[in-house]
């Protein structure tokens, strides 16, 4: 258990509205990431983050922005959802560890969150 | 850019009996790593296994091993004596190993293949 939480777990909006998720951590960890969950796609990384204020684009990132104003906290906004962004939301984070004890360069991810917009 | 394909939406296996799941990957880079996680009806993603591929030996952990053939750019996973707790979606992914942003081994950014959901027969 890497300490993550999402929250919500379930939302259903409409159309045109924003939403926000939440990724939170309780480890300190550096690194942040989100992907979508779509049948037929596996994840695919939306936005990541490499520090409080240090974010880039993923591969899916049109129509998302992120913010990262504390460590412990990664945010997702969907400034105005829409139907193609029905999806389930991953968090996850990494961490590499010092090269002298071998690097974890593993990625844990949250529980989810399923999205539904009417 | 690299991407990740598994051929197999679906597979199933009697209990006890051992599967291999198939994944190949598309890149240019020669130092990189691969993964399999796994995806129970929880949702919850887990790692099964990792693989470096500057290594020759393939990786195995407990009952799970891979095939790793650098040349063909293939990965497949065994999963040897099947239990009904192994039954999931598994998702195949790729990192680069060179170093993304933020520092000495920077960012990772995975690159998942679409998924293959076993099932296990009693």
């Known amino acids: 258990d890497a300490g993550i939480t999402q929250s919500p777990r379930h939302k259903v909006t409409e159309t045109g509205t924003p939403v926000t998720l939440r990724c939170h951590q309780t480890?300190?960890?550096?690194?942040m990431y989100w992907y979508r969950q779509d049948p037929g796609h596996g994840l695919r990384l939306i936005h990541y983050s490499y520090g409080v204020k240090d974010t880039d684009k993923g591969e899916v990132s049109d129509g998302y922005s992120v913010s990262r104003s504390k460590t412990e906290d990664f945010l997702l906004t969907l400034e105005s959802a829409t139907s193609s962004q029905t999806s389930v939301y991953f968090c996850?984070?990494?961490?590499?560890?010092?090269?002298?004890?071998?690097?974890?360069?593993?990625?844990?991810f949250g529980p989810g969150t399923r999205l539904t917009v009417l | 850019a690299q991407t990740v394909t598994q051929s197999q939406p679906e597979m199933s296996v009697q209990e006890a009996e051992t599967v291999t799941l198939s994944c190949t990957y598309d890149?240019?880079?020669?130092?990189?790593?691969l993964f399999w996680y796994k995806q129970p009806p929880s949702r919850q993603m887990i790692l099964v296994i990792r693989q470096e591929a500057y290594k020759q030996q393939n990786a195995t952990e407990n009952r799970f091993s891979v095939n790793f053939q650098k040349a063909a750019k293939s990965f497949s996973l065994k999963i040897s004596d099947s239990q009904l707790g192994d039954a999931a979606m598994y998702f195949c992914a790729y990192r680069s190993a060179f170093a993304g942003k933020g520092g000495v081994g920077g960012a990772q950014k995975l690159v998942f293949g679409q998924g293959t959901r076993l099932t296990i027969n009693p």
């Open positions: 890149t240019s880079e020669s130092d990189y790593y």
């Open positions: 480890e300190n960890h550096r690194y």
């Open positions: 996850a984070i990494s961490e590499r560890v010092g090269l002298a004890g071998g690097s974890t360069d593993t990625q844990y």
